[in-house]
């Protein structure tokens, strides 16, 4: 089985629009969705940033949200990390289509677990 490899990670930002121009400018990514919600999700061909809209009304602060790994077995990874002694990983609830499942590992960080990978679905 291969590595898993960080693929993903999600930051949060006040103004999605305008990180999003800071990083396709200065870093040259490319633009891979914009959803109606304001988030914007950009690559550089190896690696997805989720540029998320921060909803002041919520509990995360700005900054890193996530990270993402791209595995080869969801069920096998989700298995061995619940045998471990972690929290079942769980479905995502969000119908962005990137990532199948949450997981979080033992100081509390979450992270995504796909299968397909990160980008374009």
């Known amino acids: 089985m291969p590595r898993p490899t960080i693929r993903h990670l999600a930051l949060y930002a006040r103004d999605p629009q305008a990180l999003a121009r800071f990083y396709r400018e200065h870093f040259a990514m490319d633009v891979i969705l914009t959803d109606p919600e304001g988030n914007h999700f950009l690559g550089d061909g190896y690696l997805t940033l989720a540029l998320l809209k921060l909803q002041m009304a919520g509990e995360a602060p700005v900054g890193m949200n996530h990270f993402g790994f791209h595995i080869s077995d969801a069920a ?44 374009i679905p």
């Not at 769980?90 to 979450?110: Q, T, V």
């Open 76 to 119: 096998r990874t989700c298995a061995e990390l619940s045998d471990a002694g972690l929290e079942q990983p769980a479905l995502r609830a969000s119908k962005r289509p990137f990532a199948e499942y949450r997981a979080i590992d033992p100081e509390g960080n979450w992270f995504d677990l796909s299968e397909h990978g990160y980008g």
